[in-house]
């Protein structure tokens, strides 16, 4: 495996590995809590859908946004047939 790839896997598991200590955490909380918490309906739908709507909202936005007119393609790329020389 090349190095960069290595590395990369060592970030998952440092993540994946936080990730698995903070949901043991939680489940430890959650047997010492004496009550259960009360579900608002109408807060965990706003919950739920509203930071994917944003989210799809920005996408939206990014792809219709215009390019500034001096603006090209991405570098190395000719965009009209024109040689990159």
Do not use: H, Y
Request: no cysteine.
């Amino acid at each position: 495996m090349s190095p960069a790839i290595t590395a990369k896997l060592v970030q998952l598991a440092w993540v994946w590995g936080f990730a698995l200590g903070l949901s043991a955490l939680l489940r430890w909380a959650g047997l010492l809590w004496p009550n259960g918490l009360a579900v608002n309906p109408e807060l965990a739908l706003v919950l739920v859908l509203v930071p994917p709507a944003l989210m799809a909202l920005a996408l939206v936005r990014g792809l219709l946004a215009s390019r500034p007119a001096g603006e090209a393609g991405p570098p190395g790329d000719p965009g009209r047939g024109e040689s990159s020389d």
